[in-house]
């Protein structure tokens, strides 16, 4: 069974501390993204990369980074955490060139 | 800019059918596609629309007219485990396969 697996479920951390949300995709799907999740707004995109050592800024990349060093993990960095940045997590991978995205399971983050 | 609409909320009754708007302005279009997430999970994929027309897939069906920027998501036989949020999403033109999400619609369906 194809899967994203996100290395947390929940997660509380403390404003200016730096994050680190891991996704693993076991599918060598070449196109990852990282997006949250707010009522009302839906998901917005933050990163996405399209290759190993390639990314590209999404909607709202404001306060974050990413690291992909191998082709299955894709890394979301919080550089100091702030509390408008407690939001659900959600990790996805896709071919290039076909439109169906899989999802991780999502990580609930709250910055107190 | 870039604009995806579904309504919030929706009821319906089970055994029922219900049919869940989406409009979209975007700048280029290369299909449509429905998801559902249940609460506390991730979203599942449920169709693809690229082409004018109706796709069926059991009790779920999904119409796109792409001259007027809709789709809608029909599903017939309600049951209660339909009872979850549908998203909306765009794959707009240019590379990576990036898609566009609505707000998502939450359909609650009673007894």
């Known amino acids: 069974d194809v899967k994203v697996t996100q290395s947390s479920r929940y997660l509380v951390k403390r404003t200016g501390e730096k994050v680190f949300l891991e996704c693993v995709q076991d599918?060598?799907?070449?196109?990852m993204f990282w997006y949250r999740q707010d009522p009302g707004l839906g998901l917005r995109l933050i990163y996405f990369?399209?290759?190993?050592?390639?990314?590209e800024k999404g909607d709202i990349p404001e306060g974050y980074s990413v690291s992909r060093e191998k082709k299955e993990r894709f890394s979301l960095i919080l550089e100091s955490a702030s509390t408008n940045q407690t939001s659900m997590y959600l990790c996805?991978?896709?071919?290039?060139?076909?439109?169906?995205?899989?999802f991780g399971s999502g990580t609930r983050l709250t910055v107190v | 800019g870039q604009n995806i609409d579904q309504p919030t909320e929706m009821t319906a009754t089970e055994g029922a059918i219900v049919q869940i708007n989406c409009t979209y302005q975007?700048?280029?279009?290369?299909?449509l596609f429905w998801y559902q997430q249940h609460a506390g999970e991730a979203p599942t994929f449920l169709s693809y629309?690229?082409?004018?027309g109706l796709e069926e897939k059991g009790r779920f069906s999904s119409f796109l007219s792409r001259s007027k920027g809709y789709s809608y998501l029909l599903l017939k036989e309600l049951q209660m485990k339909d009872s979850a949020s549908y998203l909306c999403?765009?794959?707009?033109?240019?590379?990576?396969?990036?898609?566009?999400f609505g707000a998502g619609t939450r359909l609650a369906v009673h007894p």
């Open positions: 629309n690229v082409l004018d």
């Open positions: 996805a991978s896709s071919l290039t060139g076909m439109g169906g995205y899989t």
């Open positions: 990369s399209y290759d190993v050592k390639m990314k």
């Open positions: 599918m060598d799907h070449e196109n």
């Open positions: 975007t700048s280029g279009f290369n299909g």
């Open positions: 999403a765009v794959h707009s033109s240019g590379g990576y396969n990036k898609l566009i």
